[in-house]
């Protein structure tokens, strides 16, 4: 009874979106624009993130080995709670649901509920700017870009985005508690 309220509580989600992700895709048709949003989704995929952490001990020291292991562990755990979630959701991605959407970038996976770049996106950039906020001019941006990325390139409809985000934030910010 649960996983059938569930799925038509995201089917009816997706009817009331899916006009959104129409109008927000339509933007990739500018090349400037779909290189942007692909280059963000892309570097938000890792590799920006796994070269910042990189980083951290060689501009910060042992502080900056703390952040690494701090934000190892925010990911570790974003990883499990949303592999988790999007188990039970199976929400379909808008392009697989949607007609006349464009999607340059494969997905990483099957299911769009949560989006899983926003939440280590938002985590991670919580994590950093709590410890070092001069690097909110570069993170907070970038971390923006990668949740607009995922709407736009129609990988995720914008609650996935929503939740992926508040996900984010009280993940990383129960560790930041913690620590």
């Known amino acids: 009874m649960l996983n059938y309220k569930l ?9 009331f979106e899916a006009p959104l992700c129409i109008i927000f895709n339509r933007c990739i048709q500018l ?7 692909v280059a963000a989704s892309q570097l938000g995929n890792g590799s920006f993130w796994y070269c910042l952490m990189a980083c951290l001990p060689i501009c910060y020291g042992m502080e900056g080995i703390k952040v690494l292991v701090e934000m190892l562990l ?20 808008p392009f ?21 770049h926003t939440m280590h996106a938002v985590a991670f950039t919580t994590i950093l700017v709590q410890h070092y906020p ?6 907070v941006p970038f971390a923006v870009l990668v949740a607009f990325s995922r709407v736009v390139l129609g990988l995720h409809y914008p609650s996935d985005v929503i939740a992926g985000a508040l996900s984010g934030y009280v993940i990383s910010s129960f560790y930041v508690l913690l620590w």
């Open 31 to 37: 090349k400037l624009l779909r290189v942007l949003f």
């Open 7 to 15: 799925k038509l509580a995201m089917h009816r989600m997706d009817q």
């Open 96 to 116: 697989m649901a949607q007609n006349g959407l464009i999607w340059p970038v494969q997905p990483l996976d099957k299911y769009s509920f949560p989006s899983g």
């Open 134 to 139: 001069v690097l909110g001019w570069v993170i």
């Open 74 to 93: 925010v990911g570790g755990t974003a990883v499990l709670f949303y592999t988790y979630i999007k188990s039970r959701t199976y929400r379909s991605r």
